[in-house]
């Protein structure tokens, strides 16, 4: 049981560049989230998702775009990257909307040189 | 909009010992959801323990426990018997009593296990 998997781990990027995050999870869940961290920020969240073919803005949306054609994948794009979204990147999920908690994936590193 | 904070950015303690790390949030809802997260330095999120605000126990995980104050707005993280594994960022977080709220967190509280 895989959980929630994200790719890569670890990137560096062009200011300008363009990048995908990917973002699998195999435990059916309609919910599922993304959140950046930065240090001293905790984490906030990115954009959501709560079912295949939905998604909505969270609170720092700009700069960001994704997709839910399926229930097991969400991912992130990132066009025209910039410094400021030098971060590291969380994708969750839940059964239930989050009132037991998000599973989360280990996390994607991501540098804007 | 619902708010949480932790005021305590560092904390140390030595190895057997007991540490509380303290969490405050805001909201006006009366049924609402908590939670403590631990991120070790491998960066992964682990979910320690839950509370449930419409329960007044308070939620206890081996040797992690809550003190839960909900007139005072008080959602704290007791460690007992502090060990070097413990020492990781601690999150709390706030999910509203409805199915589309998601979960809010405080900015971290950087515990730091001496042997």
């Known amino acids: 049981n895989a959980g929630v998997t994200q790719t890569p781990k670890f990137r560096i990027l062009k200011i300008g560049q363009s990048m995908t995050l990917q973002c699998t999870q195999d435990?059916?869940?309609?919910?599922m989230y993304w959140y950046r961290q930065d240090p001293g920020m905790g984490l906030k969240l990115i954009y959501y998702s709560v079912g295949a073919g939905i998604t909505d803005k969270g609170e720092v949306p700009n700069g960001y775009n994704v997709s839910r054609s399926t229930t097991e994948d969400f991912p992130l794009r990132l066009e025209l990257a910039a410094p400021s979204q030098t971060s590291v990147y969380f994708c969750a999920s839940s059964p239930t909307g989050g009132n037991y908690g998000y599973t989360f994936g280990s996390g994607t590193r991501l540098t804007v040189v | 909009a619902q708010t949480v904070t932790q005021s305590q950015p560092e904390m140390s303690v030595q190895e057997a010992e007991t540490v509380t790390l303290s969490c405050t949030y805001d909201?006006?809802?009366?049924?609402?959801?908590l939670f403590w997260y631990k991120q070790p330095p491998s960066r992964q999120m682990i979910l320690v323990i839950r509370?449930?605000?419409?329960?007044?126990q308070n939620a206890t995980e081996n040797r992690f426990s809550v003190n839960f104050q909900k007139a005072a707005k008080s959602f704290s993280l007791k460690i007992s018997d502090s060990q070097l594994g413990d020492a990781a960022m601690y999150f709390c977080?706030?999910?509203?009593?409805?199915?589309?709220?998601?979960?809010?967190f405080g900015t971290g509280t950087r515990l730091q296990v001496f042997p």
């Open positions: 977080a706030y999910r509203g009593g409805d199915n589309t709220d998601k979960l809010i």
């Open positions: 909201t006006s809802e009366s049924d609402y959801y």
């Open positions: 435990m059916n869940h309609n919910y």
């Open positions: 509370q449930e605000a419409y329960k007044q």
